[in-house]
Nanobody
Framework: QVQLVESGGGSVQAGGSLRLSCAAS????????MGWFRQAPGKEREAVAI??????????YYADSVKGRFTISQANSKNSVLLQMDRLKPEDTALYYC?????????????????????WGQGTQVTVSS
């Protein structure tokens, strides 16, 4: 059973930076679409950034609201995904969840839909104050 564990949330002022990490364990298959969703109080869960993890880096996908500010990447260990969040805004405040699904293809079709993902972490809070 695949397990995802997030770390790195916290509080920061607007304009600051945070880095989230998601470590995966309990798998033997390495082709995942893996990344981050977020959910603010009273709002639906939304996709933030996803990357195809084939062990050698791969295609990445971003929500329009974070393009140019957030960067998703694989850590050197290959079983972790990092989300570097720069120029944070108060509207980025949310509970951030790591999510993943296995794929046979080198692309993440349907990456924006939460129903596509069958593995989820517990979430880590990100709070950005103005």
């Amino acid at each position: 059973q695949v397990q995802l564990v997030e770390s790195g949330g916290g509080s920061v002022q607007a304009g600051g930076s945070l880095r989230l990490s998601c470590a995966a364990s309990g798998y033997t298959y390495s082709r995942f679409c893996m990344g981050w969703f977020r959910q603010a109080p009273g709002k639906e869960r939304e996709a933030v950034a996803i990357i195809y993890t084939d062990g050698g880096g791969g295609n990445s996908y971003y929500a329009d609201s974070v393009k140019g500010r957030f960067t998703i990447s694989q850590a050197n260990s290959k079983n972790s995904v990092l989300l570097q969040m720069d120029r944070l805004k108060p509207e980025d405040t949310a509970l951030y969840y790591c999510a993943a699904y296995t794929t046979l293809w080198a692309r993440c079709e349907g990456w924006e839909s939460s129903t596509r993902y069958n593995y989820w972490g517990q979430g880590t809070q990100v709070t950005v104050s103005s």
